[in-house]
């Protein structure tokens, strides 16, 4: 007899389904602390927030489907989503 549960468990979303998005987001961040304004590290900025945003839209769907694995996963969740936030604030900004 198989145990469907463990199986599905085990594809649950956790930590490094958005650990992805924060790695996406690090020369964003970067880019916001050490560069100037220049429309070059702008537009990789965007690149990095727009590519976060999709790991970030697969990493709910995975959540959808299977459920996340537990709270640290809750709390990477939450760190991923305001460290974009923050660097869309900071983006729209110009």
Known sequence: ?????????TRAAGGATWALPLLALAP???IAKF???ATPWLVISWVCCALAAVLLAAGWSTVFRNG???AGSW???ILAHAVLAIQLIWLVRY
């Open 1 to 9: 007899m198989t145990d469907t549960k463990s199986t599905a468990r």
């Open 75 to 77: 709390a990477t969740c």
């Open 28 to 30: 964003a961040a970067a």
């Open 35 to 37: 560069t100037d304004d």
């Open 68 to 70: 996340m694995r537990n």
